[in-house]
């Protein structure tokens, strides 16, 4: 009973965080004012949180940053939730504003990328389409089968979590994601920033640590205080949409749309379903798209364009 | 006594190679050492700098390390395998090899597994796999697998060696003397009376049993952490077999050599005869030709199914500027060389056969390093990458010197241990004997740059910006004292009855709306003459200020019933001044829901307040429905209120909480006449959401499943109980060897 008691309970705090920074982000108008927020120091600054019974609530904007759950917690999950990433391949032009935005929030050098982008191209007959790449959040993660201590692990809320103070560096998962997801800290991923906080959250994977495995987290630090990730409410184009299965809703920031109605009348599908994997990423066909893929040669270097072009089998 | 002759000329023969090192031993062993030396200092630098200073980048991840972990645990069949086998089959010209095979066995299992401990990112949490162990893993199997292999081993070889320790003990050594006394521990009291006799020969069988699975199981854990992916090259169902048959042929490939250069060095011609050397080589041949089998049928599948990913890796591998030479050396001459050399009589003798050995374990060892580097080099996501170092994997002077420190550790402690016990066992016994006995067996630095230049250039933009920011205004201030002009944006939001101002300063900069912080806003109520201040607010981050008002404002409305809010921002050095203004209405909202038969209705009752406090019905004016959700609000429908009232369709598919509840707001939007006003109710018409579901145990969860565990907990305790066994009847040989002393003592000589 009591329990149950305590779900609703934080449910209820949730839903009166959401709402608040829901409210905050349409007042506080549009995309531009999400990046800038994203780069900022926040010391001592409050931000004022509306509760849909209209309580006001303020919460110290550095406070919320450094709240996300440690140790047993943070292997747990988020109850009651399940996240999910919607990517829409008909918006996305390889402006990789996502992973600027990804790097700043996890503050990472910029060697270390947690999405990838790829060109692909499914046959010498279709057109190539530009795919970004987060980590899939598996629902049957091969990553977390071998690990030997347990140090990734999958959580009640669908997030595949990594605890760098338990990884021993073994490199077992990165062979065992088919999606190249894993990056490897070879050296001490704050050799060019100091790190944010002190004490290490598996949810934020901050202070980074050497000699161990990261990748993309779905940012459950930022789920817990309301607010979307930074790849998402970086993208110009709001390719990204992310949201809570069990709500049944997923945003891009601008656009509230049901899951189940844009998966199933976009036909969206998961990347190498084959593989049994069950991924918590689905993707939109690149149909209908907004730019033309070669929009996405154009912040490129000429080396790279050339391997782009060899990947998709592009001739020309 | 004949017996006894014989072995004391095995020992005069064997005594110079166990009392004396000879000048070109002595070289041998400098030498190795500052090969191992070297291999430290690598060691060294790796420990210090981090795996950075390895070829090994995030695509393959593993290297030169993980090739010669399956090469040394590949060649330590030798011993179990193949002295398991010929001990239980009584192969009469198995004795001479047997010790060196054994020795393979225990040096190469000591040194394979330090390869991955030099893999791993942190040493310094080797713990964890005892604190956090998840049998679910390769690894803990492999890492289970090799302790049990590597302890059998080591009591195998013990096991086999107490007779000629016992013979040491008899026979004491004039040069180094320290070892007399470890003779006489190790051999356990050992007289080879009868029932010590038969105590040793039937542990030696024992061991022989168990040591054969095992080391068939400890090659197959190991190809498992490979075939357990879902890697083109890797994930193939023979690979279990496939690697135990490479392990056997490299392991009979590694003993041939072993024999020839200890043939060579001590003289060991009359003992090991081109005999030992051609039945070797027949059982290294028939190996050889499995091994093919195994590859072609391997490479067949692969390519006739000529899935795309498969096709990645076999390309590559049949690609001549790629990695074809190395295949078919690896695959073609490792195979069929040796096979020709030892199959067509003409060609068969004792450095022949050593030749087409070193080419068969030469050949595995690449063979090796094509399972692991084309597959991780071919992922099945494009390898995007313009690192160079992180696209193609070369293995850097750090790893090759540990390699080679590997192979140089792998003779000195060969070459030290035949210093402490004959190379060759001495203890000769009768053929009948000897059925029992000897036992036998066992992307790129330049897109990296582009980015750090980008962010400078970047950066400088902001410097640049910044500069001239300041050079302006500063120039404002001095001269002009031109301002900039903020634009104020003042929102009414009514919440549940909670009346809120809300401000946003916004400022124009290169064409974008940069928000201002730290700016005071002053709240006003505008009357028909009047200015009533209500209060100040700072703006935060964002430009966003927000003031609650009282419940009564203590004014009155004007003839439309609405008040006026007034924001407005003083003139500062930076900033001009600005103001806002909203004439607002307030309205009263009331949600209500309605079922008849299966149509559920929300209906919501708005009422603005009039002029004298009084209410009238909300007439055409569209209100928003909405659903809360963890980031945004999801909009339901919209309609029209009409005479104060309006309805919608209860979306009935949306999922609510554990029990049903979902919240619902309903929302007057940027209204011209209420701004926005909300109100919110809950009901439980929401889908319930179904109980999470929690697995206890499985692959991907903390406990195994249970088969898995049973598995583990009935092999592992077969095996060591055996172990144990072993050790208890090693102490009652020594038992019964006590008491044959002090029966000798007493001078009753003759026993049993």
Same mark, same amino acid.
């Not at chain 2, 000329?9 to 090969?35: H, Y």
């Given at each position: 009973?009591?329990?149950?008691?305590?779900?609703?309970?934080?449910?209820?705090?949730?839903?009166?965080?959401?709402?608040?920074?829901?409210?905050?982000?349409?007042?506080?108008?549009?995309?531009?004012?999400?990046?800038?927020?994203?780069?900022?120091?926040?010391?001592?600054?409050?931000?004022?949180?509306?509760?849909?019974?209209?309580?006001?609530?303020?919460?110290?904007?550095?406070?919320?940053?450094?709240?996300?759950?440690?140790?047993?917690?943070?292997?747990?999950?988020?109850?009651?939730?399940?996240?999910?990433?919607?990517?829409?391949?008909?918006?996305?032009?390889?402006?990789?504003?996502?992973?600027?935005?990804?790097?700043?929030?996890?503050?990472?050098?910029?060697?270390?990328?947690?999405?990838?982008?790829?060109?692909?191209?499914?046959?010498?007959?279709?057109?190539?389409?530009?795919?970004?790449?987060?980590?899939?959040?598996?629902?049957?993660?091969?990553?977390?089968?071998?690990?030997?201590?347990?140090?990734?692990?999958?959580?009640?809320?669908?997030?595949?979590?990594?605890?760098?103070?338990?990884?021993?560096?073994?490199?077992?998962?990165?062979?065992?994601?088919?999606?190249?997801?894993?990056?490897?800290?070879?050296?001490?991923?704050?050799?060019?920033?100091?790190?944010?906080?002190?004490?290490?959250?598996?949810?934020?994977?901050?202070?980074?640590?050497?000699?161990?495995?990261?990748?993309?987290?779905?940012?459950?630090?930022?789920?817990?205080?309301?607010?979307?990730?930074?790849?998402?409410?970086?993208?110009?184009?709001?390719?990204?949409?992310?949201?809570?299965?069990?709500?049944?809703?997923?945003?891009?920031?601008?656009?509230?749309?049901?899951?189940?109605?844009?998966?199933?009348?976009?036909?969206?599908?998961?990347?190498?379903?084959?593989?049994?994997?069950?991924?918590?990423?689905?993707?939109?066909?690149?149909?209908?798209?907004?730019?033309?893929?070669?929009?996405?040669?154009?912040?490129?270097?000429?080396?790279?364009?050339?391997?782009?072009?060899?990947?998709?089998?592009?001739?020309? | 006594?004949?017996?006894?002759?014989?072995?004391?000329?095995?020992?005069?023969?064997?005594?110079?190679?166990?009392?004396?090192?000879?000048?070109?031993?002595?070289?041998?062993?400098?030498?190795?050492?500052?090969?191992?030396?070297?291999?430290?200092?690598?060691?060294?630098?790796?420990?210090?700098?981090?795996?950075?200073?390895?070829?090994?980048?995030?695509?393959?991840?593993?290297?030169?390390?993980?090739?010669?972990?399956?090469?040394?645990?590949?060649?330590?069949?030798?011993?179990?395998?193949?002295?398991?086998?010929?001990?239980?089959?009584?192969?009469?010209?198995?004795?001479?090899?047997?010790?060196?095979?054994?020795?393979?066995?225990?040096?190469?299992?000591?040194?394979?597994?330090?390869?991955?401990?030099?893999?791993?990112?942190?040493?310094?949490?080797?713990?964890?796999?005892?604190?956090?162990?998840?049998?679910?893993?390769?690894?803990?199997?492999?890492?289970?697998?090799?302790?049990?292999?590597?302890?059998?081993?080591?009591?195998?070889?013990?096991?086999?060696?107490?007779?000629?320790?016992?013979?040491?003990?008899?026979?004491?050594?004039?040069?180094?003397?320290?070892?007399?006394?470890?003779?006489?521990?190790?051999?356990?009291?050992?007289?080879?009376?009868?029932?010590?006799?038969?105590?040793?020969?039937?542990?030696?069988?024992?061991?022989?049993?168990?040591?054969?699975?095992?080391?068939?199981?400890?090659?197959?854990?190991?190809?498992?952490?490979?075939?357990?992916?879902?890697?083109?090259?890797?994930?193939?169902?023979?690979?279990?077999?496939?690697?135990?048959?490479?392990?056997?042929?490299?392991?009979?490939?590694?003993?041939?050599?072993?024999?020839?250069?200890?043939?060579?060095?001590? /003289?060991?011609?009359?003992?090991?005869?081109?005999?030992?050397?051609?039945?070797?080589?027949?059982?290294?041949?028939?190996?050889?030709?499995?091994?093919?089998?195994?590859?072609?049928?391997?490479?067949?599948?692969?390519?006739?199914?000529?899935?795309?990913?498969?096709?990645?890796?076999?390309?590559?591998?049949?690609?001549?500027?790629?990695?074809?030479?190395?295949?078919?050396?690896?695959?073609?001459?490792?195979?069929?060389?040796?096979?020709?050399?030892?199959?067509?009589?003409?060609?068969?003798?004792?450095?022949?056969?050593?030749?087409?050995?070193?080419?068969?374990?030469?050949?595995?060892?690449?063979?090796?390093?094509?399972?692991?580097?084309?597959?991780?080099?071919?992922?099945?996501?494009?390898? /995007?990458?313009?690192?160079?170092?992180?696209?193609?994997?070369?293995?850097?002077?750090?790893?090759?010197?540990?390699?080679?420190?590997?192979?140089?550790?792998?003779?000195?402690?060969?070459?030290?241990?035949?210093?402490?016990?004959?190379?060759?066992?001495?203890?000769?016994?009768?053929?009948?004997?000897?059925?029992?006995?000897?036992?036998?067996?066992?992307?790129?630095?330049?897109?990296?740059?582009?980015?750090?230049?980008?962010?400078?250039?970047?950066?400088?933009?902001?410097?640049?910006?910044?500069?001239?920011?300041?050079?302006?205004?500063?120039?404002?201030?001095?001269?002009?004292?031109?301002?900039?002009?903020?634009?104020?944006?003042?929102?009414?939001?009514?919440?549940?009855?909670?009346?809120?101002?809300?401000?946003?300063?916004?400022?124009?900069?290169?064409?974008?709306?940069?928000?201002?912080?730290?700016?005071?806003?002053?709240?006003?109520?505008?009357?028909?003459?009047?200015?009533?201040?209500?209060?100040?607010?700072?703006?935060?981050?964002?430009?966003?200020?927000?003031?609650?008002?009282?419940?009564?404002?203590?004014?009155?409305?004007?003839?439309?019933?609405?008040?006026?809010?007034?924001?407005?921002?003083?003139?500062?050095?930076?900033?001009?001044?600005?103001?806002?203004?909203?004439?607002?209405?307030?309205?009263?909202?009331?949600?209500?829901? /309605?079922?008849?038969?299966?149509?559920?209705?929300?209906?919501?009752?708005?009422?603005?307040?009039?002029?004298?406090?009084?209410?009238?019905?909300?007439?055409?004016?569209?209100?928003?429905?909405?659903?809360?959700?963890?980031?945004?609000?999801?909009?339901?429908?919209?309609?029209?209120?009409?005479?104060?009232?309006?309805?919608?369709?209860?979306?009935?598919?949306?999922?609510?909480?554990?029990?049903?509840?979902?919240?619902?707001?309903?929302?007057?939007?940027?209204?011209?006449?209420?701004?926005?006003?909300?109100?919110?109710?809950?009901?439980?018409?929401?889908?319930?959401?179904?109980?999470?579901?929690?697995?206890?145990?499985?692959?991907?969860?903390?406990?195994?499943?249970?088969?898995?565990?049973?598995?583990?907990?009935?092999?592992?305790?077969?095996?060591?109980?055996?172990?144990?066994?072993?050790?208890?009847?090693?102490?009652?040989?020594?038992?019964?060897?006590?008491?044959?002393?002090?029966?000798?003592?007493?001078?009753?000589?003759?026993?049993?």
């Amino acid at each position: 009973m009591t329990a149950n008691e305590n779900d609703r309970q934080s449910r209820r705090k949730f839903i009166k965080l959401g709402i608040g920074a829901g409210a905050g982000v349409i007042v506080g108008g549009g995309l531009l004012t999400a990046i800038t927020r994203a780069g900022e120091a926040e010391s001592g600054e409050k931000i004022k949180l509306l509760s849909p019974d209209g309580q006001l609530m303020e919460v110290d904007k550095s406070h919320c940053r450094s709240c996300p759950a440690t140790g047993l917690e943070a292997r747990q999950g988020i109850p009651n939730k399940k996240m999910v990433m919607v990517v829409d391949l008909a918006r996305c032009r390889n402006a990789r504003k996502c992973l600027d935005g990804c790097q700043k929030m996890h503050n990472l050098p910029p060697r270390i990328e947690w999405i990838k982008f790829f060109l692909l191209r499914d046959s010498e007959d279709t057109s190539p389409y530009w795919f970004p790449k987060p980590c899939f959040q598996c629902n049957n993660p091969p990553c977390v089968k071998v690990c030997p201590v347990g140090a990734t692990f999958k959580r009640s809320d669908g997030i595949v979590l990594i605890d760098n103070d338990r990884c021993i560096g073994c490199k077992f998962c990165m062979a065992a994601c088919p999606y190249s997801s894993r990056v490897f800290n070879w050296t001490d991923p704050n050799e060019l920033r100091e790190p944010k906080g002190t004490t290490y959250s598996p949810e934020t994977s901050q202070p980074g640590k050497v000699g161990t495995v990261g990748k993309c987290d779905f940012c459950p630090d930022m789920v817990r205080i309301g607010k979307l990730p930074s790849c998402v409410s970086s993208c110009p184009n709001g390719v990204f949409f992310y949201g809570d299965k069990n709500e049944d809703v997923v945003t891009n920031g601008t656009d509230t749309v049901r899951f189940s109605e844009l998966i199933q009348q976009r036909s969206a599908y998961r990347f190498m379903e084959e593989l049994g994997t069950e991924p918590g990423v689905y993707y939109l066909p690149p149909v209908n798209r907004l730019f033309d893929y070669k929009v996405g040669f154009e912040d490129l270097s000429e080396e790279e364009i050339k391997l782009y072009k060899q990947e998709a089998h592009i001739t020309e | 006594m004949d017996q006894n002759e014989k072995t004391l000329q095995n020992f005069e023969n064997f005594r110079p190679q166990i009392e004396s090192i000879s000048k070109k031993g002595k070289i041998t062993i400098a030498v190795l050492s500052l090969i191992i030396l070297f291999g430290l200092y690598a060691l060294y630098v790796q420990m210090v700098k981090g795996h950075i200073v390895t070829g090994m980048r995030d695509y393959v991840i593993w290297g030169l390390y993980i090739v010669n972990f399956i090469f040394f645990i590949g060649i330590s069949y030798a011993g179990a395998l193949i002295s398991g086998i010929l001990h239980l089959l009584r192969v009469q010209w198995r004795t001479p090899i047997i010790r060196m095979a054994e020795t393979i066995t225990v040096v190469s299992t000591l040194i394979g597994p330090c390869y991955i401990l030099l893999c791993m990112g942190r040493l310094d949490r080797l713990h964890h796999l005892l604190l956090f162990g998840r049998i679910q893993s390769p690894i803990a199997w492999d890492v289970i697998a090799i302790t049990t292999y590597l302890t059998g081993s080591i009591i195998f070889l013990y096991l086999a060696s107490i007779r000629d320790l016992a013979f040491l003990r008899d026979h004491p050594l004039s040069v180094g003397k320290w070892r007399n006394p470890v003779y006489k521990f190790l051999a356990a009291g050992y007289h080879d009376t009868p029932k010590q006799k038969e105590l040793l020969n039937q542990l030696i069988d024992l061991l022989s049993i168990v040591i054969i699975p095992l080391a068939i199981l400890v090659h197959s854990v190991l190809a498992w952490i490979f075939g357990m992916t879902l890697r083109p090259g890797w994930h193939s169902t023979i690979f279990a077999p496939y690697f135990v048959v490479a392990a056997v042929y490299s392991g009979t490939g590694v003993l041939i050599l072993v024999m020839w250069v200890f043939r060579k060095i001590y /003289h060991l011609e009359s003992y090991i005869t081109k005999i030992h050397f051609t039945y070797l080589g027949i059982l290294l041949m028939i190996l050889g030709a499995l091994y093919g089998y195994f590859t072609f049928s391997e490479y067949l599948t692969s390519w006739y199914g000529s899935v795309k990913w498969d096709m990645a890796v076999l390309y590559r591998l049949f690609d001549p500027t790629d990695y074809w030479w190395w295949f078919f050396f690896a695959a073609f001459i490792g195979v069929l060389l040796p096979i020709a050399i030892i199959a067509i009589p003409k060609f068969r003798n004792i450095n022949s056969i050593a030749f087409a050995s070193l080419i068969a374990v030469f050949a595995l060892w690449i063979k090796r390093y094509l399972i692991i580097i084309p597959t991780l080099e071919a992922p099945l996501l494009p390898l /995007h990458d313009l690192r160079p170092e992180y696209a193609h994997y070369s293995a850097t002077w750090v790893e090759w010197a540990l390699t080679v420190g590997g192979v140089a550790t792998f003779f000195l402690l060969f070459y030290l241990f035949s210093k402490f016990i004959p190379i060759i066992p001495i203890v000769k016994i009768k053929s009948s004997e000897e059925m029992d006995y000897l036992k036998l067996r066992k992307l790129t630095t330049q897109r990296m740059l582009k980015r750090i230049m980008k962010q400078v250039r970047k950066d400088k933009k902001v410097v640049v910006v910044v500069l001239i920011l300041l050079f302006v205004s500063a120039g404002h201030v001095g001269l002009t004292q031109e301002q900039l002009t903020p634009r104020l944006r003042l929102d009414f939001v009514n919440k549940s009855g909670i009346r809120l101002l809300n401000a946003k300063v916004t400022v124009k900069i290169e064409g974008k709306n940069t928000p201002v912080a730290d700016l005071k806003v002053h709240y006003f109520l505008i009357g028909d003459k009047t200015k009533k201040p209500l209060g100040i607010d700072t703006t935060n981050g964002d430009g966003l200020t927000s003031f609650t008002l009282p419940a009564d404002l203590g004014a009155p409305r004007s003839k439309e019933g609405a008040y006026t809010y007034m924001a407005c921002v003083d003139s500062t050095k930076e900033y001009s001044g600005a103001s806002a203004e909203v004439n607002i209405r307030d309205v009263f909202m009331l949600i209500t829901f /309605h079922q008849k038969d299966t149509i559920k209705q929300i209906m919501v009752e708005a009422r603005e307040i009039g002029p004298k406090g009084d209410t009238l019905p909300v007439q055409d004016q569209k209100i928003n429905f909405y659903v809360p959700r963890t980031f945004t609000s999801l909009k339901i429908g919209e309609a029209t209120v009409v005479n104060g009232r309006a309805t919608l369709d209860f979306p009935v598919t949306l999922p609510g909480d554990s029990i049903g509840n979902l919240p619902i707001v309903a929302k007057f939007e940027d209204n011209e006449a209420y701004g926005t006003a909300e109100t919110n109710a809950v009901i439980n018409w929401g889908k319930p959401l179904p109980p999470m579901q929690i697995i206890h145990r499985g692959l991907g969860d903390v406990n195994a499943p249970l088969w898995m565990v049973y598995t583990l907990i009935i092999l592992l305790s077969l095996v060591w109980f055996h172990y144990m066994y072993a050790i208890f009847t090693v102490f009652r040989i020594r038992r019964l060897g006590k008491k044959f002393e002090a029966l000798e003592k007493t001078g009753s000589g003759a026993i049993q």
